[in-house]
């Protein structure tokens, strides 16, 4: 492999993360450094925990094939919803939060039977639920606003001043908890890094040099040590990073891991082919989408707990924002490509670009333009490697 393929082979594959550096290099340069303040990073976290969560969701049904699910936006404002109601007539609120995330799985479900065993398409089955869902949260809302007031609810699962994992060893200027979290991070990532490539060795398997290994294992603990001290400057662990977390362990495990995992990137690499291997392909649908009305549910918990209310509007253009998420983080429009870290840093790619312009006052409008060129630019990159592969 001559240097240049390997230059070439380098770029391709870490095209994201390198458009993540330079768009926040350029917004770092163009706000005077304001955009990697403490407060700044917080808030990229706390505002965009819906996209990190709703995004990994639909990487599963991306996977399938290029499928979307158009209705989580409206998923999301009727759970948040369904949970205000039950708060506001003075519901337990552990038992408000079962019941929203058993109403997305309950919605998920209802569409996922539809598209794994009717096979009605995904796209029509979930812009109906788009309809349906928006059109049930006014009727029970009745066009209004409703409050959340349960305090212990918006401080575990919220985005506001005082939703941050308290300090056990309590730091004063800087967030002691926030630093430990960060280190044992990094130490656990390691160490699985090492192992796994110790494993493969072991076994035969082809592994990366051990200077390329190195090299990257650098850069990522020294990418997570300067955003734990910022956040450590600020306030520490916001409670919605938590979630995000939890998110991401669980659902990378799933992808990696796991049979379910394997059944997912075979049904979009060629489900015919997995259909014949003896695989139950709806079965595999119906996760996907079921799975997705989960995480909406989920969602729309932390949706109402960052804005402290439920109204009929809310989660307009969630489900782009998802969308554009996994295809910007390299999920394949025809299915079959992706991972969960990737959508994460196509998430954060939105939440810098979305920050970044309003430090700048860019009109919210020509943020929209930004987003869907950067969209259309993902997809197209795409679409061309896809082509010089074949």
Not at 8 to 22: E, G, H, P, S
Not at 191 to 205: D, E, H, K, P, V
Not at 284 to 297: E, K, P, S, T, V
Request: glycine share 10%; aromatic share 10%; with cysteine.
């Amino acid at each position: 492999m001559t240097t240049k393929s390997k230059i070439l082979d380098f770029v391709q594959k870490y095209t994201m993360i390198i458009a993540l550096v330079l768009v926040t290099l350029f917004f770092t340069w163009r706000t005077g450094g304001k955009i990697l303040m403490p407060q700044n990073i917080t808030n990229i976290i706390s505002q965009n925990a819906y996209v990190f969560v709703l995004a990994t969701g639909m990487l599963l049904c991306i996977l399938t094939g290029g499928n979307i699910d158009l209705s989580v936006g409206s998923v999301v404002c009727f759970v948040g919803t369904v949970g205000a109601v039950l708060m506001h007539k003075d519901l337990n609120m552990w038992l408000a939060v079962v019941v929203m995330l058993l109403v997305g799985l309950a919605i998920g479900a209802w569409q996922a039977f539809w598209i794994a065993y009717v096979h009605v398409p995904p796209f029509i089955t979930t812009l109906s639920g788009m309809m349906v869902f928006r059109g049930l949260s006014n009727v029970v809302l009745q066009g209004k606003t409703m409050s959340v007031t349960n305090e212990k609810f918006v401080q575990i699962f919220g985005g506001g001043a005082n939703c941050y994992v308290k300090d056990v060893f309590g730091g004063s200027e800087i967030n002691i908890l926030c630093l430990v979290v960060g280190v044992l991070a990094c130490v656990l990532y390691l160490f699985f890094t090492f192992r796994n490539r110790s494993t493969r060795s072991r076994a035969g398997l082809e592994v990366e040099s051990l200077l390329k290994t190195l090299v990257k294992a650098v850069v990522i603990v020294a990418v997570v040590i300067f955003f734990t001290l910022r956040l450590a400057q600020y306030k520490g662990l916001p409670m919605a990073l938590v979630w995000v977390a939890v998110v991401i362990l669980i659902y990378t495990y799933i992808t990696s891991k796991t049979t379910v995992g394997r059944y997912l990137y075979a049904i979009g690499g060629n489900e015919t082919a997995t259909k014949l291997s003896g695989i139950d392909t709806k079965k595999i649908y119906f996760f996907a989408y079921a799975n997705m009305g989960l995480l909406a549910g989920l969602a729309g918990v932390l949706t109402i707990a960052r804005l402290t209310s439920a109204q009929p509007t809310y989660g307009q253009n969630y489900e782009m924002d998802a969308i554009g998420s996994c295809f910007i983080g390299g999920a394949s429009a025809y299915g079959g490509v992706g991972t969960v870290p990737g959508v994460i840093i196509g998430a954060l790619l939105m939440g810098v670009i979305n920050i970044g312009m309003s430090i700048m006052g860019v009109d919210a409008n020509y943020q929209k333009v930004v987003k869907g060129l950067v969209l259309l630019a993902a997809v197209i990159f795409d679409v061309v490697s896809k082509k010089k592969n074949s």
